[in-house]
């Protein structure tokens, strides 16, 4: 399992600890597991419907870190 400790949401370094809110995705050796800092950006990211996304993920983590990022 890889772990992403870097809150997607709003792009900190998360304190991991028991009481840190996570989400896995995917399964096996390919999972990730990514720690959110709040429940609140858990949710967030949950919400984001990934397949509506399409071509489009670049824009959304812009959009939610406030960085334009070059690809």
């Given at each position: 399992?890889?772990?992403?400790?870097?809150?997607?949401?709003?792009?900190?370094?998360?304190?991991?600890?028991?009481?840190?809110?996570?989400?896995?995705?995917?399964?096996?050796?390919?999972?990730?597991?990514?720690?959110?800092n709040s429940d609140e950006?858990?949710?967030?990211?949950?919400?984001?419907?990934?397949?509506?996304?399409?071509g489009h993920s670049v824009?959304?983590?812009?959009?939610?870190?406030?960085?334009?990022?070059?690809?």
């Amino acid at each position: 399992m890889r772990i992403q400790t870097t809150d997607p949401i709003d792009g900190k370094d998360v304190t991991v600890s028991e009481r840190a809110p996570f989400v896995v995705e995917g399964s096996g050796e390919d999972a990730l597991k990514i720690y959110f800092n709040s429940d609140e950006n858990r949710q967030i990211y949950l919400d984001v419907e990934t397949e509506a996304l399409g071509g489009h993920s670049v824009e959304l983590f812009n959009r939610t870190t406030a960085t334009a990022r070059e690809m």
